[in-house]
Every structure is written in C-alpha cells, then in structure tokens.
C-alpha cells in the first residue's frame, strides 16, 4: 500500500508548526518587553536556574547550536545581563552568571512567561495539559533514541 504525505496530517510537520507559532509569539512578547531575542530569554533562563554555567552546558540545556549559544551569550554580556568568570574545573571554558541587572530581568520575564504559558492553555483542563506534557516528554525520547538521519519533518 502506497500511502501519500499530506504535510497536514504528518504530525511531526504539524509540532514544528505549532511550536513556530508559540516561539513567535513569545517572541514578539519578549522582544517588545524586554528587548530579548528567542535564544537569549532562554539563556537568561537557564542561567538563572544555575550558579554558574558553561556554554556547551548550555547547548545541552536549550538543544540550540553553539554558535546560537555564543551569540546570544555576547549580546547579554554586552547588555551586561550576564558576567564570565573562571571556571576553576576546565580552564578552557567560563561560567556564565546573571549579573544584578540579569538577575532584576529575569524577575520581570518570568512572570510573563508564566502569563503567556496561562493564556495558551486556558482552554485546557489540568489533566490535558498534564497529558501533553507527558506525551511531549515521550516525543522528546522517541526522538532522542533515534538515528541521526531517520526522522524529519
């Protein structure tokens, strides 16, 4: 049987779609707010739940590529959002933190992201947002387990 692929029903098509959508209006959000471009509000982010990071810690973190990374980790030392400093465990690396500005930032993006977060699942029940976060987990997993060069969109 040769069934044909209709971009509409191909789910993984359809995640990538909805997931643009999300990102871009949370982009606009944090962009108008804050300043923020997508890469750095999730650098600030991730910074923020550590006490120190590196940036190839922080590629595994957000799933975006080191050069996106590096980028994004400039323009927020450069706002003086974020501070290097020594990392005594690999000389060849820097731990990123929030500077007070950073951290005074992130107190006020946070709440708005919960807002967002609120808003686009308002018209969902407790249990089915607690369904698709699972099944988003088992997505996440299935796609982890699988061979570079397998799957697509």
């Known amino acids: 049987m040769n069934k044909r692929l209709l971009l509409d029903d191909f789910l993984p098509y359809r995640l990538s779609i909805a997931s643009n ?44 590529d080191k050069v996106t990374v590096s980028r994004g980790a400039i323009a927020l030392v450069d706002r003086g959002l974020v501070e290097r400093s020594a990392n005594a465990g690999d000389q060849r690396s820097h731990l990123l933190r929030l500077t007070t500005s950073g951290r005074a930032l992130y107190e006020e993006v946070a709440p708005k992201a919960l807002l967002i977060e609120q808003e686009l699942f308002a018209s969902f029940s407790a249990q089915e947002i607690d369904v698709l976060r699972d099944m988003l987990a088992r997505i996440q997993a299935a796609a982890d387990a699988m061979e570079p060069g397998t799957g697509g969109q």
């Open 21 to 64: 959508r999300v990102s871009d209006a949370i982009a606009s959000t944090y962009r108008s707010l804050f300043g923020l471009r997508i890469p750095e509000w999730r650098l600030v982010t991730v910074i923020a739940e550590s006490d120190g990071i590196t940036q190839q810690a922080l590629c595994v973190a957000t799933r975006m």
